[in-house]
């Protein structure tokens, strides 16, 4: 679980500087969702790849790296890119965290079931035995 987990955050730091990235060199909106899906196939390839078989496990690895992703875009966004809106009410700062942990919950659910893992491997069939 802590492998899966240390590899999971570095994959939602990464697609985090993806997405800064996006934000920094294009005007089209719509290219945003390239980094993120990255990131999503990314999130589910690591989660398939460490054999996670609960799925609470799955769901929490995979919202973290989701959320922590969009979280560091929007932070960058806000404090960054737009220092000058600070002055505005927080609510209108609410909205765009809220969606993100949504985002990353639904997504998240949908990795999690996606990446199932049986507990047991399926064995491997031998050569000398015909089907």
Same mark, same amino acid.
């Given at each position: 679980m802590r492998?899966a987990?240390?590899?999971?955050?570095?994959i939602?730091i990464?697609?985090?500087a993806?997405?800064?990235a996006?934000?920094?060199?294009?005007?089209?909106?719509?290219l945003i969702l390239?980094?993120y899906?990255?990131t999503?196939v990314?999130? !589910?390839?690591a989660?398939?790849?460490?054999r996670?078989t609960?799925?609470a496990?799955?769901f929490w690895?995979?919202?973290?790296?989701?959320?922590?992703?969009?979280l560091?875009?929007?932070?960058?966004i806000?404090f960054?890119?737009?220092?000058?809106?600070?002055?505005?009410?927080?609510?209108s700062?609410?909205?765009p965290?809220?969606f993100?942990?949504?985002?990353s919950?639904?997504? !998240?659910?949908v990795?999690?079931?996606v990446?199932?893992?049986?507990?047991m491997?399926t064995p491997?069939?031998?050569?000398?035995?015909?089907?």
């Amino acid at each position: 679980m802590r492998n899966a987990l240390s590899t999971i955050a570095v994959i939602g730091i990464l697609g985090g500087a993806a997405l800064i990235a996006t934000v920094l060199t294009s005007t089209r909106g719509q290219l945003i969702l390239i980094p993120y899906v990255l990131t999503v196939v990314a999130c !589910g390839y690591a989660l398939r790849a460490t054999r996670l078989t609960h799925y609470a496990h799955r769901f929490w690895t995979a919202f973290v790296a989701l959320s922590s992703a969009l979280l560091l875009a929007e932070s960058y966004i806000v404090f960054v890119i737009k220092p000058g809106h600070l002055q505005r009410a927080m609510s209108s700062y609410l909205w765009p965290v809220v969606f993100a942990v949504a985002t990353s919950a639904i997504v !998240g659910a949908v990795l999690a079931r996606v990446t199932a893992v049986s507990a047991m491997p399926t064995p491997a069939r031998r050569a000398d035995t015909a089907p």
